[in-house]
């Protein structure tokens, strides 16, 4: 019956309820609007899988009405545009998932997986448009989505697809000598290079750092070495240090975060204002509504960490990191309780892939790290984002527990 | 779960205390130095169209206010003359000064606006300031430094200076130009200028040795040539005074007794007098302020030696120079400075000894009557005060004049500082006599 879900669903919708009533008062259809997509993807678990966590589902409906409540203290446009997103993403993730289904074993197909990461990876680079000075955003018709987005989750899926069928090989007790092992690693290697530097070439800098962070904690799940996640992150300081050298905007970026206070009114603004709405929130914010979203440029996307923070202060956005942090450790959980090695090395991977962006997005804004434009699962503002994500965590739901009808290997 | 699943959720969980931590110190720890930025909007930003509170001076005349309709602009009626007072105001840069400070009593508050129909009057600032003599003072500062006078019996400033100054009228205009011009008109040389004290350390010296037992007419030898290990300290001009008085010491400001009577009290003690007179700390002003800094490594004799006399690495405010001469007008006991006018007194410790003030008081008298500060002598009222000519390698020294009036029964304190101007006796303390001539004369 899963009636655990299904209560905790309820208890997300009434915890929401107040927030709602304070951000848009008499409009009561906002929160069942919301809500109403986390009912069908309980329906959905109901008859497919019956068995799946029952947690899981809630923290991303809590997470999701966080994101809204704080759209709708940006702009209510973005609000009404992010409900449309919702419903259009439950639409792909059913598809998807129905598409995993038929699959049988999806990781079979690793290979065209791979392909379509690649593919996706590369169409900004085609029809791409420039916004934000980076080039991430294709448009179709009336409709503009940001392919690498689902390019990581198809990237994920072929990861572990391939180190799930030769991790053996790869390990360090495998027999094979060097040269074999390194042979075996080099398809993995390649797809993650050409990908990074397609992404690198379109400046998409927080993704290249994603794409790099899956790639070796696959690596390191899969052959439970770390000799090759300590070589690959030097590979990546050196990298780091040459595109700082090679790049201007790398540059800038890293300068303003070793400099915040250089150029406050220029090219620290941003970061500043981030600190600045931090600080306003204090322990317990100021309401809902009471800060100035306006001040922040990019409020709706890169920065709805600071404007949670200042309407909800310390505790509010404490709580909605640690949400994060709960739906990680749910699915390293699953990620523990996988039947096969690419199960696990999937469940695994969504779960650090999703923390680890909210990291790279959060100390960005906080000035742990330079600025990267990633979002934050489920809160921030964009459809591209919102189906890669809700199909991450439903896919991980749908490969999980130990007698799933969907993978069979 | 195994091994290397653990690790990675411990990484993960890592990730997520460094983001808690942060988290912590941005929104609670480090809140209030954030939120009091310049650069902050939202000190301005709430009042943007709703009408802004006024900032007064002590008898109620308009220095900033709200004008324009239904568009507000900041309106300064005495622009530059009152501008490290007022500070500046705008929607692009963010606010200085009482603008800055009291910018949440001065705007419309809309925590309060959600709770009341009637939306809440902002609320209006007055300030300690004697209008008048903040107008004499800004005539008479017509060179780079800091003017500034306080209440001797109530912390109160009652006049505050800094040139160059600025138009805040103007300041969306002219900020760009005003911020990178070389000689800071933005910085309150007041109270964020840091100087080496110069000879005017001395009263703290001075006053330290009182407090440990000695005596004005206890008597050193004043060689013109004080040698410590390989170091000497001389004296202004190498003037060679024989054995004199401590209290001729003081008068005549002679280097080499004072750097032997720093090295008598020794290292902790002139250590403690400093912290004590409130020295490499803010005094808590409303306005922006630097700490200034404490010397390093006392316990070297030539370092002791050369900060007992105001010079080695020793740096100071103005404002807490002359806080430590309001301790000496007000018997020992040090307030706060406040340029509040409706703020009761507000006392920090008794520093001096009422007998220690006494004797400082008749010897800062002499510097005057006597010595090197004779400028500072006025017809109008008893003055005392000491001087100071704080070496700057390369260039003509900072003049200092720091002082009290009446002698008898002081009522205020004034302290004078010019950057590169030359000695203190010579171009300091005429503007403290006429500040104070003003005063007493009206």
Redesign the interface.
């Known amino acids: 019956m899963r009636s655990v879900e299904l209560l905790l669903l309820l208890l997300v919708i009434s915890a929401a309820f107040p927030g709602f009533y304070v951000a848009a008062p008499g409009k009561l259809f906002y929160l069942l609007a919301v809500n109403l997509p986390f009912f069908l993807l309980y329906l959905f678990h109901l008859i497919f899988v019956k068995k799946a966590n029952q947690f899981i589902l809630p923290v991303v409906a809590l997470l999701t009405n966080f994101g809204f409540l704080n759209l709708l203290q940006i702009n209510e446009k973005y609000f009404f545009n992010q409900l449309k997103n919702l419903y259009l993403a439950l639409l792909l993730c059913f598809l998807f998932l129905v598409v995993f289904m038929r699959a049988k074993n999806i990781f079979h197909y690793k290979f065209t997986l791979g392909l379509i990461a690649l593919i996706l990876f590369l169409l900004p680079l085609i029809f791409g448009r420039e916004i934000y000075g980076a080039r991430l955003w294709v448009s179709l018709a009336s409709f503009s989505f940001q392919p690498s987005e689902l390019g990581r989750l198809f990237f994920l899926l072929f990861l572990a697809g391939y180190f799930g069928e030769h991790h053996i090989l790869l390990k360090r007790e495998s027999e094979l000598p060097l040269d074999i092992r390194f042979a075996y690693l080099v398809p993995a290697l390649f797809m993650s290079v050409f990908s990074l530097l397609l992404l690198i070439f379109v400046k998409d800098l927080g993704f290249s750092l994603l794409i790099l962070s899956i790639f070796l904690?696959t690596l390191?799940?899969a052959t439970?070495n770390n000799v090759y996640v300590l070589m690959s992150t030097g590979i990546f300081l050196i990298g780091a240090y040459l595109s700082y050298n090679l790049f201007q905007h790398v540059k800038n970026r890293i300068d303003i975060w070793l400099n915040p206070w250089s150029d406050?009114?220029g090219k620290s603004y941003q970061i500043?204002q981030s600190?600045?709405a931090?600080?306003?929130?204090?322990?317990t914010g100021?309401?809902l509504g009471?800060g100035?979203p306006g001040?922040l440029p990019a409020a709706h996307t890169d920065m709805v960490l600071p404007i949670w923070?200042e309407s909800t202060?310390?505790l509010g956005?404490?709580l909605m990191?640690?949400s994060i942090?709960l739906l990680?450790?749910l699915l390293?959980?699953e990620?523990?309780h996988a039947r096969n090695p690419a199960l696990?090395i999937y469940i695994?991977g969504t779960?650090?892939s999703l923390?680890?962006q909210t990291?790279l997005v959060?100390?960005g804004t906080?000035?742990?790290l330079p600025l990267t434009g990633l979002t934050i699962p489920f809160v921030s503002y964009g459809g591209s984002s919102l189906t890669a994500s809700l199909l991450m965590v439903e896919s991980a739901l749908l490969f999980s527990g130990k007698r799933n009808r969907w993978i069979v290997s | 779960?195994?091994?290397?699943?653990k690790i990675?959720?411990a990484f993960?969980?890592l990730?997520?205390l460094?983001?808690?931590a942060?988290?912590?110190e941005?929104?609670?720890a480090?809140?209030?130095?954030?939120?009091q930025?310049s650069?902050?909007?939202?000190n301005i930003?709430a009042s943007i169209n709703a009408p802004r509170g006024k900032i007064l001076t002590s008898d109620g005349t308009v220095i900033a206010e709200s004008t324009g309709n239904p568009k507000k602009k900041r309106y300064y009626p005495f622009g530059q003359k009152m501008a490290h007072l007022t500070g500046y105001y705008s929607t692009?840069?963010g606010a200085s000064g009482a603008e800055l400070t009291f910018s949440r009593v001065l705007s419309v508050n809309?925590?309060e606006l959600?709770w009341n129909t009637v939306p809440p009057e902002p609320g209006n600032i007055r300030l300690s300031i004697d209008k008048n003599l903040q107008l004499k003072a800004y005539s008479l500062l017509r060179h780079k430094g800091a003017l500034a006078a306080v209440d001797v019996k109530t912390g109160k400033v009652i006049c505050l200076v800094s040139y160059p100054s600025f138009d805040p009228n103007n300041i969306d205009r002219d900020f760009e130009k005003i911020r990178k011009n070389p000689d800071a008109p933005l910085l309150n040389r007041a109270t964020a200028g840091i100087y080496p004290p110069g000879s005017t350390i001395k009263i703290l010296t001075l006053a330290a040795y009182l407090e440990e037992g000695g005596n004005l007419n206890d008597t050193f030898k004043a060689p013109p040539v004080y040698r410590i290990g390989g170091f000497r300290i001389t004296n202004y001009d190498k003037h060679d005074f024989g054995t004199i008085t401590l209290d001729d010491a003081f008068k005549y400001s002679v280097n080499t007794v004072f750097a032997q009577l720093g090295l008598e009290l020794g290292a902790g003690k002139m250590k403690s007098y400093m912290l004590k007179s409130g020295f490499g700390k803010k005094t808590g002003i409303e306005l922006e302020e630097k700490s200034g800094h404490l010397p390093e490594n006392l316990n070297d004799p030539i370092n002791l030696a050369w900060s007992s006399v105001g010079q080695a690495d020793l740096s100071v405010t103005p404002l807490q120079i002359l806080m430590l001469v309001q301790a000496v007008a007000n018997d020992g006991l040090l307030l706060h400075p406040t340029i509040l006018a409706d703020t009761p007194p507000d006392p920090i410790e008794r520093i001096f000894t009422v007998e220690t003030a006494k004797k400082m008081r008749e010897a800062m008298r002499k510097v005057v009557t006597e010595g090197t500060g004779k400028k500072a002598n006025s017809i109008v009222v008893k003055t005392a005060g000491k001087t100071g000519t704080a070496e700057v390698e390369g260039n003509k020294p900072h003049a200092w004049f720091v002082g009290f009036a009446p002698y008898e029964n002081p009522e205020i304190a004034a302290v004078v500082v010019l950057e590169n101007a030359g000695t203190g006796g010579e171009k300091a303390a005429p503007i403290f006599r006429q500040l104070i001539d003003y005063y007493f004369s009206r």
């Open positions: 904690i390191y799940i439970e406050p009114f500043l600190f600045f931090y600080a306003e929130g204090g322990i100021t309401g009471y100035f001040l923070a202060g310390f956005a404490l990191l640690a942090f990680s450790l390293y959980y990620a523990g696990k695994a779960s650090f923390f680890f990291f959060a100390s906080m000035g742990i | 779960m195994d091994r290397i699943l990675t959720l993960t969980a990730l997520f460094i983001l808690a942060r988290l912590y941005l929104s609670i480090g809140s209030d130095k954030l939120k930025s650069f902050n909007k939202r930003i692009r840069y809309y925590a959600f």
